[in-house]
């Protein structure tokens, strides 16, 4: 089994399994003409299987664990995860207030290095919480890579807070313009 993945063709069945034209809300209060529903395409093991090899490639070296934040976060870390054999960890929205009470689930240790992956940036702000419930449990970033940036802010707001950003995709990579 190959593990080279086409990226073009990657990136055309994503934005066919996923982008919706209308008006949608963002996470981050705007208001968009597209949407990229993530639920879409991380559900589909065919694309899944590939963002994980992807995610996998782009991993610094030193990185001990990988994260993902809830709820689209956790499939594309469980394919990062298999597909380089690092552990994972999971980060919730908020601290559960029942059993063992805790926002991150899995093993961190302080002096982990971790890879926070994300599905779809446009801000950045959810995968920035994140990272600061990571650096609370005294483990370092080491980066944060996003299926898709939209081009709208993600980027430079994660480096302006002190983080590496990379993408596996672009909004114009999936065939979608500044007019849309």
Do not use: C, H
């Not at 190959?2 to 982008?19: F, G, M, N, Q």
């Not at 070296?61 to 999971?90: D, H, K, N, Q």
């Amino acid at each position: 089994m190959s593990t080279t993945v086409d990226r073009t063709a990657l990136a055309a069945r994503i934005a066919e399994a996923s982008l919706l034209r209308g008006t949608f809300t963002l996470r981050s209060g705007r208001t968009s003409s597209w949407y990229l529903d993530k639920y879409r395409f991380s559900t589909r093991p065919e694309i899944l299987r590939e963002l994980g090899t992807m995610f996998a490639e782009r991993i610094p070296g030193g990185v001990t664990r990988l994260a993902g934040a809830e709820l689209g976060g956790i499939p594309l870390v469980t394919a990062a995860s298999l597909a380089s054999g690092l552990p994972s960890i999971f980060i919730r929205n908020a601290r559960k207030d029942y059993g063992t009470a805790k926002q991150l689930e899995g093993i961190l240790e302080a002096g982990d290095s971790v890879l926070l992956v994300e599905d779809v940036a446009t801000t950045g702000g959810q995968v920035l919480e994140a990272a600061t419930v990571i650096e609370a449990e005294g483990a370092t970033v080491a980066g944060i890579v996003a299926v898709i940036d939209r081009g709208e802010g993600a980027r430079a707001n994660v480096e302006q807070a002190g983080y590496a950003f990379d993408a596996l995709f672009t909004a114009s990579d999936l065939g979608i313009t500044d007019g849309d």
